[in-house]
């Protein structure tokens, strides 16, 4: 089997309102896919983690930097030509945007792999430890309108809630005394039992975390996300001795290299790879080993299209417990409640996320040769941006 063409699909369209997280407002979805061709008949799908201009960059990495690269190739090597484009692209970036594109193709030739054995990706690995995971619904964001902001928190929280997530994950990011008002808010709408996590997308400096996260501990918040900026490696291992709040992190780190100093540091307690943005599936799995080595549990980051979620459900198979026992601690799929065409309407075999947390709280994880999802042509056509 030869690579016979490597092809991106930008699309986007306009979200019906203004969203928003500590560091930009945004008013626009968009999604990055990458199409992988052979001469064997089959096609394989991946995802470049970044919105809007970066997806243009990372395009352009993947056309016309890496596709000539692995044209005329064998795509079940997929560990050499990580290695091989790795390697040539090293002196110009260890981080960000040629590892997103990097992931993208990768992801895109796993997929392949998988169809090629005709498994799942996690039973290609040997390793499909679980058949479904639980389901943590992230909203809550940021409006511009910052009047009656607890309010509409509170009522988002509830409808999370009311859809069937048990845990649900907020934005913080309009300074220390008025994100604590927000948490508390949301905290009210819920019940008890419900786990709440809050993100605050490092932007905070970790004086402003402390204070923060003293609060989400009173408040039993289950996690406090980048709280300080993924560089400041001591502030997170600061912040990590000194609350009880689980500090989770990672999303903006690369490769096991970056990983490496982010666990020898000691700086997370939940470890967020995110295998569209962090070198694919072959380098999240080499993280993964990582996380587990300094026993970190690792609750996976999910951002973008049902190509990405899907990639996600095979890698949360694919987790080992930690460290094994009766009861182990389960991992979680992260999902948007927010509107995400991209999710909801793409793939040809929808994953009916929210049918199957509306009655369990649980989605169950496909298994279908490769990561299981095939976009839908006249969606692609339809949000198109090129
Ligand atoms: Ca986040």
Redesign the pocket.
């Known amino acids: 089997m030869k690579i016979t063409a490597v092809r991106s699909h930008r699309l986007g369209y306009d979200l019906p309102e203004t969203l928003g997280?500590s560091q930009q407002w945004y008013a626009r979805r968009s999604a990055h896919l990458v199409e992988i061709e052979t001469d064997a008949g089959l096609t394989g799908w991946g995802e470049c983690f970044g919105p809007g201009a970066v997806a243009v960059g990372n395009q352009t990495i993947v056309e016309q930097v890496i596709a000539p690269l692995i044209i005329g190739r064998d795509p079940v090597q997929r560990e050499v030509l990580w290695h091989e484009v790795y390697n040539l692209l090293r002196d110009h970036g260890q981080k960000g945007m040629p590892l997103q594109a990097l992931s993208g193709v990768d992801i895109a030739l796993w997929d392949l792999a998988g169809k090629a054995a005709g498994l799942s990706i996690a039973r290609l690995m040997g390793a499909r430890y679980r058949d479904s995971v639980p389901v943590y619904g992230y909203g809550m964001m940021l409006r511009p309108d910052r009047t009656r902001l607890e309010a509409r928190f509170a009522g988002e929280a509830a409808a999370i809630e009311a859809a069937g997530f048990r845990a649900t994950k907020m934005k913080v990011g309009l300074g220390v005394a008025e994100d604590i008002r927000l948490v508390e808010a949301v905290r009210r709408a819920l019940k008890d039992e419900t786990r709440l996590m809050v993100?605050a997308?490092h932007g905070y400096h970790v004086t402003q975390a402390m204070a923060v996260g003293r609060a989400l501990e009173d408040l039993g918040v289950y996690w406090f996300?980048?709280p300080v900026a993924p560089e400041d490696l001591e502030g997170y291992a600061e912040l990590r001795r000194s609350l009880k709040v689980n500090i989770a992190g990672g999303?903006a780190e690369f490769t096991r290299w970056g990983w490496r100093r982010l666990l020898e540091g000691r700086c997370v307690s939940i470890a967020?790879p995110e295998v569209c943005g962090l070198g694919g599936i072959s380098e999240f799995m080499k993280v993964l080993t990582l996380c587990q080595t300094h026993f970190i549990p690792v609750i996976n980051?999910v951002w973008g299209s049902a190509v990405s979620i899907a990639t996600n459900l095979q890698l949360l198979a694919a987790q080992p417990p930690l460290p094994g026992g009766l009861f182990p601690d389960e991992p979680m799929l992260e999902f948007d409640t927010t509107h995400n065409a991209f999710m909801s309407d793409l793939s040809l075999e929808s994953l009916q996320v929210r049918e199957q947390v509306a009655a369990t709280g649980r989605v169950t994880i496909p298994d279908r040769p490769g990561h299981g999802v095939e976009p839908n042509p006249d969606v692609l056509a339809k949000y198109r941006l090129h």
């Open positions: 997280y993100d997308n996300e980048e999303e967020q980051h």
